[in-house]
T-cell receptor, first 114, second 114 residues
Framework: DVKVTQSSRYLVKRTGEKVFLECVQD?????MFWYRQDPGLGLRLIYF???????EKGDIPEGYSVSREKKERFSLILESASTNQTSMYLC?????????????FGPGTRLLVL | DQQVKQNSPSLSVQEGRISILNCDYT??????FLWYKKYPAEGPTFLIS?????DKNEDGRFTVFLNKSAKHLSLHIVPSQPGDSAVYFC?????????????FGKGTKLSVKP
């Protein structure tokens, strides 16, 4: 059974703080993804990574960076948190190189930036 | 421009009846589609998928239909149960290079009333 875990379920930060969101998967998946979910906007891809130390921008990368130092771990970094980054953040993973692959999601981190 | 559209933000159905959730897409290169179910404060869970070589895929109470000529797919839930109340996301695989990304619709909130 695929398991994707995220370091925090709920997080409250202040404007300007640096924020780290951690994601770990235990299925040896190559691909990892970070999304944010906002009401009425669905899931929007922030960044993804298809290998260690590799990263690609998604649809909304501005204000975010990522780190993938180990295969199982993918971190999302908010360099200077702003109130418009208040959202639900979802991490996902999938096998690499397979067509028609399923992404498996973590439980999400609800971030509030004050 | 939205490539995956779920035009109904919400749907209310009586328990025991059929729920039909719709999804339209614009990119004829999409050849794999997925439905995810999401409860509040949880990550999306994979529900069912369909490849473009099929026009129907069934898994228990859930059936997905694909009409390639109309670029339309639908998820049927029969019979609907109160536990099915959740937000349902349609997604299409955007495959390029060596990895695939998913493009999500904005979701439809299903309420099943006892």
């Amino acid at each position: 059974d695929v398991k994707v875990t995220q370091s925090s379920r709920y997080l409250v930060k202040r404007t300007g703080e640096k924020v780290f969101l951690e994601c770990v998967q235990d299925m040896d998946h190559e691909n990892m993804f970070w999304y944010r979910q906002d009401p009425g906007l669905g899931l929007r891809l922030i960044y993804f990574s298809y290998d260690v130390k590799m990263k690609e921008k998604g649809d909304i990368p501005e204000g975010y960076s990522v780190s993938r130092e180990k295969k199982e771990r993918f971190s999302l970094i908010l360099e200077s948190a702003s109130t418009n980054q208040t959202s639900m953040y979802l991490c996902a993973s999938s096998d690499r190189g397979l067509r028609q692959e399923t992404q498996y999601f973590g439980p999400g981190t609800r971030l509030l930036v004050l | 421009d939205q490539q995956v559209k779920q035009n109904s933000p919400s749907l209310s159905v009586q328990e025991g009846r059929i729920s039909i959730l719709n999804c339209d897409y614009t990119n004829s290169m999409f050849d794999y589609f997925l439905w995810y179910k999401k409860y509040p404060a949880e990550g999306p869970t994979f529900l069912i998928s369909i490849s473009s070589i099929k026009d129907k895929n069934e898994d228990g109470r859930f059936t997905v239909f694909l009409n390639k000529s109309a670029k339309h797919l639908s998820l049927h839930i029969v019979p609907s149960q109160p536990g099915d109340s959740a937000v349902y996301f349609c997604a299409a695989e955007n495959y390029g290079g060596s990895q695939g990304n998913l493009i999500f619709g904005k979701g439809t909130k299903l309420s099943v009333k006892p």
